[in-house]
């Protein structure tokens, strides 16, 4: 069983900067280093969305509204990824999931970590 524990959420200002943690946990061995982690966000009524995850190769990928803003990093070793997002912006409140997949059909979720960003 995969445990993911996300920190880091709260209230911020508008303009300001935020960073995320999730840290895995649990019975899978190497799979952390061969599985896309990352960070998907979600606001009540809409669907989950993209923010930024990363591939198994080390390649980035960023939802389009927070290009230039955000920046996604990994460490295997400690099976742990952050997310650094600047300028946050009153739209950016959600509530921000870190997510683990692959390979094969393995998906796991964190409880998700609240975000507020004040005007």
């Known amino acids: 069983q995969v445990r993911l524990v996300e920190s880091g959420g709260g209230l911020v200002q508008a303009g300001g900067s935020l960073r995320l943690f999730c840290e895995a946990s649990?019975?899978?061995?190497?799979?952390?280093?061969?599985?896309?982690v990352g960070w998907y966000r979600q606001v009540p009524g809409k669907q989950r969305e993209l923010v930024a995850v990363?591939?198994?190769?080390?390649?980035?990928t960023y939802g389009d509204f927070v290009k230039g803003r955000v920046a996604i990093s990994r460490d295997n070793a400690e099976n742990s990824v952050s997310l650094q997002m600047d300028n946050v912006r009153p739209e950016d409140t959600a509530v921000y999931y870190c997510?683990?997949?692959?390979?094969?059909?393995?998906?796991?979720w964190g409880q998700g970590t609240q975000v507020t960003v004040s005007s």
């Open positions: 649990g019975s899978f061995g190497t799979t952390f280093d061969d599985s896309v």
């Open positions: 990363f591939s198994p190769s080390g390649v980035p």
């Open positions: 997510r683990m997949s692959g390979p094969g059909p393995s998906d796991y």
